[in-house]
């Protein structure tokens, strides 16, 4: 019988420089699979996490049709929010701040074309129409 100290580990066989290098091998591609595990569950949270923000922004987005009728000018009418146009008779889907900025500009505008239309008619006798 083969008796050793109690208490004392076993003596592990000396392994040459090529075993220890598989085994070094072996550790890295392991510690380099769990690791490319990781980024992918951490991508498709991401990915869930984007798609739940989109589906949630889509909800919150208005419509707002741009009605500039009656404005003169050389260009046609739009209105520019931020670098982008928004022109005369289409129909935009917009987060609702946008839509606020829109109906406001184009509130402002339609009373100032009104006061500079009655401002010139100011002074000007009333005509009748003669049928």
């Known amino acids: 019988m083969n008796k050793e100290p109690l208490g ?5 066989p000396e392994l040459s420089t090529s075993e220890i290098e598989a085994q070094n091998e072996e550790k890295q591609i392991e510690l380099d699979r769990l690791e490319l595990e990781q980024l992918r569950n951490e991508k498709k949270e ?3 996490k984007d798609a739940a923000n989109a589906i949630a922004a889509a909800n919150l987005a208005d419509t707002v049709t741009i009605d500039l009728g009656g404005i003169g000018g050389t260009r046609k009418p739009s209105i520019n929010i931020a670098g982008r ?13 946008t ?3 829109i109906e406001e500009q184009m509130n402002r505008l339609r009373a ?5 239309r009655e401002s010139e008619n100011k002074g000007r ?3 009748r129409a003669y049928v």
């Open 46 to 48: 991401r990915e869930a």
């Open 99 to 101: 839509k606020w900025t």
């Open 125 to 127: 006798q009333k005509r």
């Open 112 to 116: 100032h074309e009104a006061s500079t």
């Open 85 to 97: 146009d928004y022109e005369h008779g289409k129909t935009y889907k917009v987060d609702t701040a």
């Open 8 to 12: 004392l580990p076993k003596k592990q």
